[in-house]
């Protein structure tokens, strides 16, 4: 696939695999993606499965990538994660603002945007959620509850590291319900999020993000959401659990 940006697809593992269930996933991937170059290939384990995985993925193209991480550097923050214990086990890549974390932990783009800057000054990369609700789509809301969150959720970042930046469409609807935002849906929010990058950034930056899609991407729909011109990847949830299935959705894109 001729693309204007490398692709990156990343698996959001969410709370699944034990370290033995982790290994076993990316032993697997890492024979089915030996030669796999023209795609970044993220995966993005539970905390407790990074040190394992991070050793048994050094010799393959495979990345680490966390699920998410303080905005602090150290101190009394019980039961939190700072980037530089991240770094540890040469993670790359931080989710940052899922639905899930916004919905149950109440995240907000303040937050959002804080983490991203704290994400960065460790000179590894956000992936920063945005979606709307089913509800914020059939009310008319989705490019509003989009300018928010993206505006909010980049705020202060450089352009620089806006560029290394990567920012995940992730339609609220659309994740883990099998409903998958239809190819046009995609593109056209995709676009609309690159015009707002161009106007809170500029063009260069905003031709230069990498914009996923994410919600029930699987290997029956991945080629026709990747060959949209604005969608550059996908953040796979459900999918990316087992080998046959994240392999072939990584395959069918190139
Ligand atoms: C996700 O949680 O980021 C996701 C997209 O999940 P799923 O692929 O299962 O819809």
Redesign the pocket.
Known sequence: MNKERKLIIAG?W?MNKTVAEGLDLVRGLKIELANVKEVDVVVCPPFTALSEVSKAILDSSLRLGAQNMSEHNVGAYTGEIAAVMLKEFSVRYVILG?S?RRQYQKESDALIAKKAAAVHAASLKPIVCVGETLAEREGGKTEAVLETQVSGSLAGLTKEQMTESIVAY?PVW???TGKTASTAQAQETHAFIRRLLAKMFDETVARRVRIQY????KPSNARELMSQPDVDGA?????SLEVRSFADIIRSSI
Do not use: P, Y
């Open positions: 959001n969410k899922h899930e992730e659309a994740i883990g994410g919600g029930s991407v953040l796979v949830g459900g999918a």
